[in-house]
């Protein structure tokens, strides 16, 4: 099977106090045991699950954050600001990948900020560009040259983690991109184009997902809402498969589902990153059966909500905990598609 897989996972993991590439080493091999068939450095290779690459690009500055903000936590990461011409002017994270690549015999897994993550928190106020035509364009030549450079050192299986289209179904997010001077009914559109322009040479043998969720930051969250005002233009990105935030009452259900397009896969974000208690396996079961309605069963998969550690400080919840969790992932997945 091509990925995403039956049993999966957006990335990130719990680190350990000291980062070096004896943990890497480790921590791909506990994947490769619990049976998981994608296979990341847990990022550990960056700080932030963005911001590490965001600012590697020509034209990119990092400032503080004055909008909507993560609750229950009085640290708060930067935001991406746009302060010169856009560009990829060397190889980012490449090495970091090939060093992955060289551990594992499965799918070596990579994960990077969406093109919509250099305007979402600033928007139009954060971006030094008088013509934004120019701006996503030169974003969509941006990641299409980091995709072309993954591509070249040999990555399968390339992940966009973009939480704008979430955060959009959130009144309160809408409320602060029109304080940046954007229309954010304009938004999904925008951002979907760039994703298509940005895709839109990846080799026939890559698979490009999109990972979306409303927020992950030490186990608190930004957003809320369901997915129903993004969702067409959110499906529309062309990318081959969406892992969707489906573990509270703040995703909203299923229904959004129905407009995917029937040539892409769905992974479903059942399992939560942000808390120790462990899904039972019939809830896990009861709510794929409910995704089911909207779109075939063959099209669906499984996954935690978000990583464990989309930045340095981790989630709440201890490392035996998540290798429960994603062993969780993996048995129910065995169980549901045989």
């Not at 013509?131 to 591509?151: C, N, Q, T, V």
């Not at 233009?233 to 259900?253: I, N, P, Q």
């Not at 039972?280 to 309605?293: P, V």
């Amino acid at each position: 099977m091509n990925p995403p897989f039956r049993a999966d996972h957006v990335g990130s993991l719990l680190r350990p106090a000291r980062v070096t590439p004896d943990a890497i080493r480790e921590v791909v091999a506990r994947q490769e045991a619990i049976g998981l068939q994608s296979i990341t450095d847990g990022e550990f290779s960056r700080e932030w699950w963005h911001l590490d690459f965001l600012s590697q690009l020509e034209g990119v500055t990092l400032r503080e954050n004055p909008g909507p903000k993560f609750g229950g936590t009085q640290e708060q990461p930067p935001i991406p600001t746009v302060t010169g011409k856009l560009r990829y002017s060397k190889p980012i994270m490449v090495d970091d990948f090939r060093f992955l690549k060289s551990l594992t015999r499965r799918t070596a897994k990579f994960t990077i900020p969406s093109p919509s993550m250099l305007h979402l928190r600033a928007g139009r106020n954060g971006i030094a560009y008088d013509d934004m035509d120019e701006f996503w364009a030169d974003a969509a030549g941006a990641y299409r040259a980091a995709i072309a450079e993954f591509a070249k050192a040999g990555c399968t299986y390339l992940q966009l983690d973009d939480v704008a289209f979430a955060y959009l179904c959130d009144p309160k997010i809408r409320e602060a991109s029109r304080q940046n001077g954007d229309d954010p009914a304009a938004l999904p559109a925008r951002y979907a184009a760039t994703i298509r322009e940005a895709v839109k040479d990846k080799p026939a043998g890559m698979t490009i997902a999109m990972h979306t969720c409303r927020g992950n930051f030490k186990s608190a969250w930004v957003a809320e809402g369901g997915y129903e005002p993004v969702a067409e233009a959110m499906f529309s990105s062309g990318v081959d498969a969406f892992f969707m935030e489906f573990d509270t009452e703040r995703a909203g259900g299923f229904e959004p589902l129905r407009f995917v397009p029937k040539d892409k896969t769905v992974v479903l974000g059942l399992v939560s990153s942000k808390t120790p208690q462990l899904e039972s396996k019939d809830w896990l079961k009861k709510r794929i059966d409910q995704a089911a309605k909207y779109m075939p069963l063959e099209t669906l998969c499984l996954s935690p909500q978000c990583g464990f550690s989309s930045t340095h400080h981790g989630n709440n919840l201890t490392p035996d905990e998540q290798w429960a969790k994603l062993a969780r992932v993996v048995e129910v997945s065995r169980e549901v598609w045989k």
